[in-house]
């Protein structure tokens, strides 16, 4: 029988306890320790991982010498911080690290990101669960095929405002990172991943017209994004483009991928959580991929169905399950390498903060300035 492999973690709110479902789904594994400040997510999450031991703090995890790996799922704006402590604390015994996104939260951290980089000995996963979509992997398989090569790259995601989270930390820039890093570094992720390329300019238009307008937290105003386009242009003449608006939750679909070439067209159509699909609509949407050639003309299009069990864990269509087979492996030694690693993972950031910077400025950023060293 293969030996347990005993997971620390590092955060437990609703992410967090989605990660919780989804490591209980794979075979020999054991979430051994927590640490999570939170009296009422840490007793949520004693429900998922009852056999957890509770931590005060992240020196009193790491000092669990059974531990094999670590997932960091607190606040955005913790992540590097935390990284940095793991860092110093774990010089003896370093763990490999499954991240949450974003890397980081402040452009003027940049550098700091890069330093742990080019130090942190074990490898560090960034998890970016959109890659693992069963409809967007398939696309990501199919593309080349169907496209004859990418020329245009579309991706709309329309969907429900923010939710509530601890201490209402997603309601601030500051916080966050802005809307275009919490909650599209996925999407430039995926750009990057499809267009094999790296960005030459990012332009963005964007506002806070419908949610939150009348929210304040101990006297300050919601200062979040719900709405906006960025026009990205990539080093190798490909362009993508992101429309995201989150007051459209009575969206059939929530996320609509549609990849354009000289031969066709394929488009990845993934549902929103089965958890908010109003039950007298009956069963909830299947994704699909669809396939328009040019010639001879006919879309094809096929269900790409989630298994039943990994829907129930958690709200992205199975995605945090396959990541985290994908995660098992490298800690296992399996792999070799992340899937997604620390460079994805920060570009994908900082595409994100130049897509902010250029919604409030009203001008086009040039991504070999904006990640210049300051």
């Known amino acids: 029988m293969s030996k347990t492999t005993n997971y620390g973690l590092i955060g437990c709110g609703m992410m967090g306890q989605e990660h919780l479902r989804n490591i209980a789904l794979l075979p020999n594994t054991r979430v051994a320790a927590i640490f999570e400040p939170d009296a009422t997510m840490a007793q949520i999450a004693a429900g998922f991982a009852p056999q957890a031991t509770f931590c005060a703090s992240v020196e009193e995890l790491l000092a669990i010498s059974e531990l094999d790996c670590l997932v960091i799922v607190s606040p955005n704006f913790m992540h590097l911080e935390q990284l940095e402590q793991l860092e110093v604390i774990a010089q003896t015994r370093p763990l490999p690290i499954l991240v949450e996104k974003p890397l980081f939260t402040d452009p003027e951290t940049l550098s700091q990101v890069l330093a742990f ?8 996963w960034v998890a970016m669960e959109y890659r693992y979509m069963p409809p967007i992997a398939a696309l990501c398989q199919e593309v080349e095929r169907a496209t004859g090569g990418i020329k245009m790259l579309s991706i709309r995601e329309h969907r429900f405002p923010f939710l509530e989270k601890v201490n209402d930390w997603n309601r601030f820039n500051a916080k966050s990172g802005g809307t275009f890093v919490e909650k599209c570094c996925h999407f430039f992720d995926l750009m990057r991943l499809l267009t094999g390329s790296e960005p030459t300019r990012i332009m963005a238009s964007a506002g806070q017209d419908v949610n939150h307008l009348d929210e304040s937290y101990d006297g300050k105003p919601s ?3 719900d709405n906006g386009y960025v026009i990205v242009d990539f080093e190798n003449g490909m362009r993508a483009m992101l429309e995201l608006c989150m007051f459209a939750e009575g ?5 609509e991928v549609s990849v354009v070439g000289p031969d066709g067209k394929i488009e990845a159509l993934v549902p929103g959580p089965g958890r908010f699909w109003p039950e007298h609509l009956g069963e909830a949407p ?3 991929l669809i396939v ?3 010639a001879p003309k006919g879309p094809e299009a096929r269900e790409i169905p989630v298994d039943p ?3 129930e864990a958690g709200d992205h ?3 945090t399950y396959y990541q985290h087979e994908g995660f098992l492996a490298l800690v296992r030694g399996e792999r070799a390498t992340p899937e997604v690693g620390l460079e994805d993972g920060w570009k994908a950031v900082a595409m994100g903060m130049a897509a902010q910077l250029s919604a409030t400025s009203g001008q086009t950023v040039l991504w070999s300035e904006f990640i210049a060293p300051k």
């Open 251 to 255: 969206s059939r679909y929530q996320e």
């Open 117 to 124: 980089q080019a130090s942190y000995p074990a490898p560090v």
């Open 286 to 288: 299947i994704p699909q």
């Open 223 to 225: 200062d979040i994004l």
């Open 292 to 294: 328009s050639p040019r």
């Open 317 to 319: 269509n199975g995605a």
């Open 309 to 311: 069990r990994l829907l």
